[in-house]
């Protein structure tokens, strides 16, 4: 069994310091693999009343290119979508 850690896609922000020394610190800890979410596109509170968590101002990161840059940043962890939005894309 592996054992993963999901990456706060609306929590952390932009700086890539950040999103560098969150995963460094992950992998640190023993962990295997950093799950993103997928949502390329938000909703907003014209669609059919959304009072999500989120909405299309919410910053998410783009996961391949996440997945890229942490690649470069790290050197046992894994990565994984939790879902891609074909569509979207």
Avoid: C
């Amino acid at each position: 069994m592996q054992i993963g850690i999901v990456f706060p896609q609306i929590e952390i922000g932009p700086d890539p310091v950040v999103v560098r020394d969150y995963a460094q610190a992950a992998e640190a800890m023993g962990y295997e693999y950093l799950l993103a979410f997928d949502h390329v596109l938000g909703a907003n509170s014209r669609t059919r009343n959304w009072t999500g968590p989120y909405d299309h101002d919410s910053l998410f990161h783009e996961p391949f290119v996440l997945f890229g840059f942490l690649a470069g940043q790290t050197t046992t962890l894994g990565f994984t979508t939790g879902i891609v939005i074909l569509p979207q894309r």
